[in-house]
T-cell receptor, first 114, second 114 residues
Framework: GQQVMQIPQYQHVQEGEDFTTYCNSSTTLSNIQWYKQRPGGHPVFLIQLVKSGEVKKQKRLTFQFGEAKKNSSLHITATQTTDVGTYFCAGRKAGGTSYGKLTFGQGTILTVHP | GAVVSQHPSWVICKSGTSVKIECRSLDFQATTMFWYRQFPKQSLMLMATSNEGSKATYEQGVEKDKFLINHASLTLSTLTVTSAHPEDSSFYIC??????????FGDGTRLSIL
């Protein structure tokens, strides 16, 4: 079945440092979504990427979707303590009749030290 | 924005009890909802796809007789954990959204079986 691998599993940074998490799918995706989950909370939607090679920015966050639509990355510039949480990528397999279900990566737990 | 309400937030009960969790889409109609299970510091594992007016589609390894899903209306899906045991203790979370749109998650239900 479809697998979505995400690295690293953990990332500890000093406040002000940059952070990147990478996501790789075993199959071509129709789109990929990124979510943030704070400790004790539920996943909150950040962004969806649909087009091959797409790059989107949200303030200090930059999201990229690979040309082959099988990989993606999230980069945070100058991390802040409010960025703490687990970042998940989630991909939808291209084609098929999967009712739009998402396959989540393992998540990257980000810790930011002040 | 779209809101998904999940109830209850916490459940603590004795082994052998059946527990029902509700997931409601408050401001949109959801023909499809998804149920996930999440262990501490791990990713979201899709359990089943809940389809309004038809049987749920379960992921491989998920016991359909153990985790009963009912999606009787366009705004409500329920997950019943039957005869729950300590190993069923987990964080259960639902999501809803159109086929190629971002998923909106409920707040989740923390289930503890004693």
């Amino acid at each position: 079945g479809q697998q979505v691998m995400q690295i690293p599993q953990y990332q500890h940074v000093q406040e002000g440092e940059d952070f990147t998490t990478y996501c790789n799918s075993s199959t071509t995706l129709s789109n990929i979504q990124w979510y943030k989950q704070r400790p004790g909370g539920h996943p909150v939607f950040l962004i969806q990427l649909v087009k091959s090679g797409e790059v989107k920015k949200q303030k200090r966050l930059t999201f990229q979707f690979g040309e082959a639509k099988k990989n993606s990355s999230l980069h945070i510039t100058a991390t802040q303590t409010t960025d703490v949480g687990t970042y998940f990528c989630a991909g939808r397999k291209a084609g098929g009749t999967s009712y739009g279900k998402l396959t989540f990566g393992q998540g990257t737990i980000l810790t930011v030290h002040p | 924005g779209a809101v998904v309400s999940q109830h209850p937030s916490w459940v603590i009960c004795k082994s052998g009890t059946s527990v029902k969790i509700e997931c409601r889409s408050l401001d949109f109609q959801a023909t499809t909802m998804f149920w996930y299970r999440q262990f501490p510091k791990q990713s979201l594992m899709l359990m089943a796809t809940s389809n309004e007016g038809s049987k749920a589609t379960y992921e491989q390894g998920v016991e359909k007789d153990k985790f009963l899903i009912n999606h009787a209306s366009l705004t409500l899906s329920t997950l019943t954990v039957t005869s729950a045991h300590p190993e069923d203790s987990s964080f259960y979370i639902c999501s809803a959204g159109d086929r190629n749109q971002p998923q909106h998650f409920g707040d989740g239900t923390r289930l503890s079986i004693l």
